[in-house]
């Protein structure tokens, strides 16, 4: 396999913004921001990180809304994708930032999202970023996103993290578990043909208590 498969470089990112950005804002992300319960958490305006946000999908989604987003990806490619789809009046709600994932500290959020990217993380800095996330979510916060199965047929073949089911919901320990759901199946990726095994997650981290 090319080395270009098994770490894509800026072109062939670019090349997947182009591939993906027509599809609808993912389920996930709707899930999330549709069935939590959002009301009476305050009237400040609530806050989002989005990690990897690719051809912007999603950020645009959150964006609609009305969620303050800092969106952060590892190619400048996604940046300038991103900022052609902003519409003027939604950009003073956006921070961009090009930088990779591993090694990053996060503000206070009440939203971590990350479609499509955790797994992408370098396997040995994911137990830094997963700490890194549950640090950054506020009290009632929520992550929302996929981590790649051990079954996953890219395992073995690319530098990427991918989890067994009990690691996975190790991962969740410490969270409300409101969404872990696996899928297995033959479907296709931007490479082509791709066995897929992964794992949406929607988790809130709990409330603060009262002592
Ligand atoms: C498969 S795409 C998913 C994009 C988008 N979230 C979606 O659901 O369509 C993964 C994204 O993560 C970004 N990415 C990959 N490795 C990264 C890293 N180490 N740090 C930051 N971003 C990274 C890529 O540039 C790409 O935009």
Known sequence: MSASRLRPGPRRWAAYYRWTADRPPRELLLRT???IDWEGRGRRRRSAVELGFGA???????????????????????AKFLAGR??????????????PME??????????????????????RFPELWATIGRALRPGGHFAGQLFGDRDEWNGQRPMTFHSRRQVEA?????RVELLRETEEAGRSFDGPKAWHFFDMILEKPARTRS
């Open 171 to 175: 991962l969740g320990r410490g969270f």
């Open 56 to 78: 912007g999908t999603d950020t645009l989604e959150l964006l609609r809304r009305g969620w303050e987003v800092l969106a952060i990806d590892g190619q400048e490619a996604a």
């Open 103 to 124: 090694g990053l500290e996060l503000p206070p959020t009440d939203l971590v999202y990350a479609s499509f990217s955790l797994p992408f993380c370098a396997p040995e």
């Open 33 to 35: 921001l549709d069935h």
């Open 86 to 99: 902003v519409p003027a009046r939604r950009r003073p709600l956006l921070t961009t930032l090009v930088a």
